[in-house]
């Protein structure tokens, strides 16, 4: 498979995100460049995904 070099940076920050998102729908791209910003958005929404708190359970959820 053909790898393709991106100059993207991954946001890391969910504000950093954010703001790529907003670039993202506002910019004119197209080709390679559209391509590498959404994987780079995409890639950080996956990692950012992962780092949510384990914890958030509904209450009385062990009582069922």
């Known amino acids: 498979m053909l790898e393709l070099a991106c100059a ?5 920050t969910p504000q ?3 703001e ?4 993202y729908r506002s910019s004119d ?3 390679l460049d559209l391509y590498c910003q959404w994987q780079a958005i995409r890639d950080a ?7 949510e708190p ?9 009582s069922y």
């Open 8 to 12: 993207v940076t991954v946001p890391s």
């Open 16 to 18: 950093e995100l954010e």
């Open 20 to 23: 790529a998102i907003r670039y």
């Open 29 to 31: 791209l197209s080709g």
């Open 45 to 51: 929404a996956l990692t950012q995904k992962s780092v």
């Open 54 to 62: 384990v914890s958030d359970k509904v209450s009385g959820e062990d």
